[in-house]
């Protein structure tokens, strides 16, 4: 099986401009992204999407790959489907978010493993314990339920499931995804979904169109850079680290 890995990443941002450019530890957000997308040992070419030639010179500089797409794209799904159209050799594609320096390279290998697995799986993602109760609470931290086979049930703002009884945990879906290429190409193509639409998460449509998500469990440190406050404990975590 034939892996890409594809980091989509927009200037524009509302929160914080310019994100996938910010410094960390003296490289910008985006490099530090790919270099540990890189590191991946199921992993057999990484590429940068982007729509600002900023971000491109950016990568190449650095040694990077990267790939010019179009700017109307409305989620990063479409961009990623727009790369995976035209690179052809590639049977799994993984979705790494501009956004996560401190993506771990295990978690993106633990998501090619189902695919190795199961032929017929489609799609594949990430999750990890919440115990936090304001965590839970919080309609930013989007969260997931499986089946006892680690199949997705549901993805919501709210807590799920609702705590009436003990006897549940409480999982947080990390935004990661794999999808097998020709699944992507399909998936990019169907139109939105009532429960997409009204959670505002794009992952349901697959759902409610009755394909398969698996979620693997993580512990891993996710910390998605959207405010400046976020980008400071990043750079916290590169000098404690000595992550160079």
Same mark, same amino acid.
């Given at each position: 099986m034939k892996v890409l890995c594809i980091i989509p990443a927009r200037y524009a941002s509302t929160r914080l401009p310019g994100? +996938?450019?910010?410094? $960390?530890?003296?490289? +910008?957000?985006?490099?530090?992204?790919y270099e540990r997308a890189v590191r991946a040992?199921?992993?057999?070419?990484?590429?940068?999407? #982007?729509?600002?030639?900023?971000?491109?010179?950016?990568? %190449?500089k650095h040694g990077g790959r990267a790939v010019m797409t179009r700017a109307d794209h409305a989620t990063g799904t479409d961009r990623l489907a727009e790369v995976a159209e035209k690179m052809t050799?590639?049977?799994?594609i993984i979705n790494v978010q501009g956004d996560e320096p401190l993506i771990d390279p295990a978690v993106i290998d633990a998501l090619v493993e189902p695919?190795?697995?199961?032929?017929?799986? +489609?799609?594949? #993602?990430?999750?990890?314990l919440l115990t936090d109760e304001e965590e839970m609470a919080n309609p930013n931290n989007v969260k997931v339920i499986t089946d006892q086979r680690g199949n997705a049930l549901y993805f919501s703002r709210v807590r799920i499931p609702y705590a009436r009884n003990p006897g549940a945990q409480v999982y947080k879906h990390i935004g990661i995804?794999?999808?097998r290429r020709d699944f992507l190409l399909a998936y990019a193509r169907m139109a939105q979904t009532p429960l997409e639409l009204s959670e505002s998460l794009e992952q349901l449509r697959a759902l409610e169109n009755g394909h398969t998500i698996r979620v693997? %469990?993580?512990?891993?440190?996710?910390?998605?850079?959207?405010t400046e406050e976020d980008l400071?404990?990043?750079? %916290?975590?590169? /000098?404690? /680290?000595? $992550?160079?």
């Amino acid at each position: 099986m034939k892996v890409l890995c594809i980091i989509p990443a927009r200037y524009a941002s509302t929160r914080l401009p310019g994100k +996938p450019l910010r410094d $960390i530890a003296g490289k +910008p957000m985006i490099v530090r992204v790919y270099e540990r997308a890189v590191r991946a040992r199921l992993v057999q070419d990484v590429v940068v999407a #982007t729509d600002d030639e900023r971000i491109l010179a950016a990568v %190449e500089k650095h040694g990077g790959r990267a790939v010019m797409t179009r700017a109307d794209h409305a989620t990063g799904t479409d961009r990623l489907a727009e790369v995976a159209e035209k690179m052809t050799d590639y049977d799994l594609i993984i979705n790494v978010q501009g956004d996560e320096p401190l993506i771990d390279p295990a978690v993106i290998d633990a998501l090619v493993e189902p695919f190795l697995a199961d032929g017929s799986l +489609p799609m594949a #993602t990430a999750k990890t314990l919440l115990t936090d109760e304001e965590e839970m609470a919080n309609p930013n931290n989007v969260k997931v339920i499986t089946d006892q086979r680690g199949n997705a049930l549901y993805f919501s703002r709210v807590r799920i499931p609702y705590a009436r009884n003990p006897g549940a945990q409480v999982y947080k879906h990390i935004g990661i995804y794999a999808y097998r290429r020709d699944f992507l190409l399909a998936y990019a193509r169907m139109a939105q979904t009532p429960l997409e639409l009204s959670e505002s998460l794009e992952q349901l449509r697959a759902l409610e169109n009755g394909h398969t998500i698996r979620v693997i %469990e993580t512990d891993a440190v996710f910390i998605g850079v959207d405010t400046e406050e976020d980008l400071a404990a990043v750079n %916290e975590v590169y /000098q404690k /680290q000595s $992550i160079y």
